[in-house]
């Protein structure tokens, strides 16, 4: 089974090496490495190199996906590396022993040059309507879906600059054709920083973004709703 990873990035460097290495360092054997930048000298031994403007990063995904080959498609950012050298034969396993549509799993946070674990975040509670009406969605990092599959949910929403990923949470969850299921696969180590991850971004750009969502899909949205999910958040960093 060939999997491929989307990387998009905007320039290179010491977070794009450490990326690449992690991919080079998986024990499956089919793997078709795409990397996005918008940095035209970026170059990287035995992956793909897709040049293209600085778009944001769900266009990168949406450029990475539309060029991918591989029956699977995932993806690793710039900054953050695959959690052991098994995943990616791990998630091959799963989609070869079920008839899955797509998987999830479990990431954890990092932090600091030395990589400091902090958080888990679990997919465990599962996807639904219910869950993400209240704000929480498995962890997007994690998330492997057959390519025919994410064809059928449609790229990003490039206008959601904050919260596309939950957006595309929304649509698998409301396509009834597509079968999914947590994997409990620990897939990434993540790297505090990102869009979603910024306090400012957590908790003002992120819950008026989840609003518009929900109601743009017919979704319960309430802000008091949204806001209790910081005792699940808490309740993962009580479990460290």
Known sequence: MRISVITPTLRGGAD?????????????????????????????????????????????????????????????HAGDT????????????????????????????????DRRPGRRYSGSAGLSATLLARGLQPPHPSLFMRREALAAVGPY????????????????????????????????????????TRPGARLWRNNLAKLRILRAHGLPASPLRLAARYIYILRDYARR
Request: with cysteine; aromatic share 8%; charged share 20%.
């Open 16 to 76: 794009l090496d450490m990326a690449v290495a992690s991919v080079r360092a998986q024990t499956h054997t089919d793997i078709e490495h795409i990397i996005v930048s918008a940095d035209p000298e970026v170059k990287a031994g035995g992956a793909r190199v897709i040049h293209t403007p600085p778009r944001g990063v769900y266009d990168a995904l949406n450029r990475g996906f539309a060029a991918a080959t591989g029956e699977v498609v995932g993806l690793l």
């Open 82 to 113: 695959f959690a052991s050298a098994d995943v990616l034969a791990r998630v091959a396993r799963a989609f070869d022993t079920h008839a899955l549509d797509y998987i999830w799993g479990d990431i954890q946070y990092v932090s600091g040059a």
């Open 157 to 196: 929403d490039t206008a959601e600059r904050v919260c596309a990923d939950f957006d595309m949470w929304v649509r698998i969850a409301g396509d009834t054709r597509l079968r999914g299921a947590y994997s409990g696969i620990l897939t990434t180590m993540m790297s505090l920083g990102g869009l979603s």
